[in-house]
């Protein structure tokens, strides 16, 4: 039997949760701690020890010393091995492990657990990549040979956020560890337990103790000074645009490599011959999922006008229907946001769609309870909000929460027009039953991944990331792989007599 989210686990939450630093679990510098606590209850469920720039300094110099030591010469069956290991370690204990994070972040068991399984299946792809680093050879000329290296960038700051806290931390892990690189990760600090959980699974999985730190904080404390650590050879970023921004001026400074995951206002565009049922269902997945808490949600629904009102009266059905509550009972499919101030913020961006002309379908905040224990300002309802112009604000901002605009389109052209004209570009969804217009429209949408006639956007060993301010550089894929990596030649003489150039 699932608990509820009044029930409390004892084990799971007492004492502080020490950082993780050259493979041993340590208090911060300045011993002081935060308190983590569920969104859903608002009730703390543990208390985290807040790294120190101190402690920074502290991992950085561990995963230096790691990645000297032996950890980037490590053969890459080595490497795969033990992030195999980790990958079953982390699948055996996927249940508490979804608890957990279920607890922290408000988001359903059965999601949490679903996203375990992805990073999982993330951790496999790379324990298999990690085999194939392959570089390429040149004969430049009959006296001259080349061959390419793939080495590991280095020391990389792996900097995530509180929406998908343990699939986002092995994104980055993964291929970063099966490129040779070593880590220091940070949570983001309204999520910082599953990440924890993560180091030490990899040190029960056999990865030297330097090789993965996890250093809860403030990011614009223990994040800034991370990215400014001149020990940082590399930062993989997932967050917001405007930190992507900030932290891409701040690494500048070291000439830092950066890969940046940032923020979206995905379309999903549905035509007059697409399969309504199937669009319908399709869409709400793509944006109630994680109650919309995702930066590939498609938040803007184009709806052709000759199909605009049937589809906006079976999706709002739906999405009214959808069940909203405890996190951790089995059949909730919205749970919590991940604090009141983001319910509050949503609602905000509600409130001014309204005023702003545009009409509120269903949805809204939470009047009354919602279950026992739970803290109902934590939590939105499914929002639709239809006649939406792509000029208002609730069509060019992220809104990050479960809210999603209906806007009408006449024909393949403005449909394609407005889909692009946001800053952001990071996902889209097609639905046609025009399989030519489908790849067509593909072609001209400006984001990182298109799905057509399907609602997924992140499987392991597809490229994801984004265009435009969405940011730069791909997850999940042998391309992220590049990323951590850098290339080196060499180059070697073959010919039979010395080279004399001179003609000395
Ligand atoms: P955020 O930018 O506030 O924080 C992300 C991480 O950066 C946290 O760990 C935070 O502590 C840290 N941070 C904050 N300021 C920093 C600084 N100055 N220097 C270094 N680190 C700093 O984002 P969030 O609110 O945690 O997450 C939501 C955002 O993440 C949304 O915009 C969402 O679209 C984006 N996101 C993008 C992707 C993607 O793959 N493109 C995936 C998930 C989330």
Redesign the pocket.
């Known amino acids: 039997m699932i608990p509820t989210a009044t029930a409390t686990i004892a084990a799971m939450t007492d004492g502080p949760h020490a950082l993780l630093i050259d493979g041993e679990r340590r208090p911060s510098s300045d011993g002081r701690t935060f308190t983590t606590h569920s969104p859903a209850t608002g009730q703390p469920i543990g208390e985290v020890s807040r790294a120190t720039t101190q402690d920074v300094d502290a991992a950085v110099t561990a995963a230096r010393a790691a990645l000297d030591g032996s950890w980037s010469r490590t053969s890459p069956q080595k490497r795969a091995r033990m992030l195999g290991r980790l990958a079953l370690l982390l699948e055996a204990d996927a249940d508490r492990l979804a608890e957990l994070e279920t607890r922290n972040s408000g988001k359903p068991r059965w999601q949490a657990l679903a996203e375990i399984r992805q990073a999982v299946a993330d951790l496999d792809f790379y324990a298999g990549a990690a085999q194939h680093l392959y570089g390429r050879s040149f004969v430049v000329s009959p006296a001259v040979l080349s061959y390419t290296l793939r080495e590991p960038v280095g020391v990389c700051a792996a ?6 806290p343990l699939m ?1 931390a092995t994104w980055k892990l993964a291929p970063a560890l099966a490129a040779g690189c070593t880590i220091v990760l ?5 999520t910082p337990l599953t990440a924890l959980e993560l180091g030490r699974l990899a040190l029960e999985a056999g990865i030297p103790p330097g090789v993965v730190n996890v250093l809860p ?4 404390e ?3 000074a ?2 400014a650590h001149p020990g940082i050879d590399k930062v993989a ?8 921004r ?2 891409a001026t ?1 690494a500048a400074a070291g000439l830092k490599r950066v890969s940046l ?4 206002k995905s379309p999903n565009i549905v035509f007059e011959d697409a399969d309504m049922d199937a669009a319908v269902l399709g869409s709400l997945w793509a944006i109630y999922y994680a109650a919309g ?4 949600a498609r938040s803007r629904i184009l709806v052709h006008e000759a199909v605009y009102e049937r589809f906006a009266e079976a999706f709002v059905t739906k999405a009214a229907a959808l069940r909203v509550g405890d996190p951790l009972a089995e059949d909730t499919q919205v749970g919590a946001l991940i604090s009141r101030t983001q319910a509050e913020r949503v609602m905000g961006f509600v409130n001014g769609a309204v005023a702003e002309g545009a009409e509120l379908l269903t949805g809204g905040a939470v009047d009354g309870q919602i279950g026992d224990g739970l803290d109902a300002a934590a939590f939105v309802r499914p929002t639709v909000i239809g006649g939406v112009r792509n000029e208002m604000r609730i069509a060019q901002e ?1 809104v ?1 929460g479960p809210v999603v605009t209906l806007t009408r389109f006449a024909d393949e052209q403005e449909a394609v027009k407005i889909a692009n004209d946001v800053r952001f570009g ?1 996902a889209a969804t097609v639905w046609t039953g025009d399989t030519a217009r489908g790849h067509r429209v593909a072609g001209r949408i400006r984001a990182g991944t298109v799905g057509i006639n399907q609602p997924y956007a992140a499987f392991p060993g597809v490229p ?3 265009f435009k301010e ?2 730069y550089g791909r ?1 999940l894929s042998i391309d992220a792989l590049d990323l951590y990596t850098e290339i080196k030649a060499v180059l070697v003489g073959t010919g039979a007599k010395p080279q004399n150039p001179f003609g000395a």
């Not at 904080?217 to 614009?220: E, I, T, V």
């Not at 995951?261 to 979206?264: D, F, K, Q, R």
């Not at 808490?293 to 590939?296: A, G, K, L, V, Y």
């Open positions: 900097i995530v956020p509180w929406n998908y986002m940070k949570p983001a600090s309204a904080g403030p990011g614009s223990v994040g800034e991370l990215v970023f997932t967050g917001e645009t405007q930190t992507g900030r932290i701040v995951e940032l923020g979206g808490q995702s930066c590939e992220e990050f990071l994801f990331g984004g969405s940011g997850e």
